[in-house]
Nanobody, 119 residues
Framework: QVRLVESGGGLVQAGGSLRLSCAAS????????MAWYRQAPGKQRELVGS???????NYVDSVKGRFTISRDYGKNTVYLQMNSLKPEDTGVYYC?????????????WGQGTQVTVSS
């Protein structure tokens, strides 16, 4: 089992920044893909970006150039740096881990953290 705990959400004005953290209960080196999703009120959950073990990150077009995913293997933590935030970035942000064929097969979710961007 993999436990994910997100933190760092909050209320910010448009144009501001937030950094979300996702702490994993296992070594993230053993996780195939770490990803961030978000869900706005009344909308489906959508992928924001993902990062493959040993690889670089990919992002949905709406956040390219504004959001950055990074990781700290020593802390087993993945980050989502969000800059130039817009009201449409508002939602609950979830961390996701895909264990692939490694020691933790399956997909895991955190509890989510609320991000609210005011105009």
């Amino acid at each position: 089992q993999v436990r994910l705990v997100e933190s760092g959400g909050g209320l910010v004005q448009a144009g501001g920044s937030l950094r979300l953290s996702c702490a994993a209960s296992v070594s993230i080196f053993s996780i195939n893909t770490m990803a961030w999703y978000r869900q706005a009120p009344g909308k489906q959950r959508e992928l924001v970006g993902s990062i493959i073990r040993g690889g670089s990150a990919n992002y949905v077009d709406s956040v390219k150039g504004r959001f950055t995913i990074s990781r700290d293997y020593g802390k087993n933590t993945v980050y989502l740096q969000m800059n130039s935030l817009k009201p449409e970035d508002t939602g609950v942000y979830y961390c996701n881990a895909d264990g692939g064929t490694g020691p933790y097969p399956g997909k895991y979710w955190g509890q989510g953290t609320q991000v609210t961007v005011s105009s």
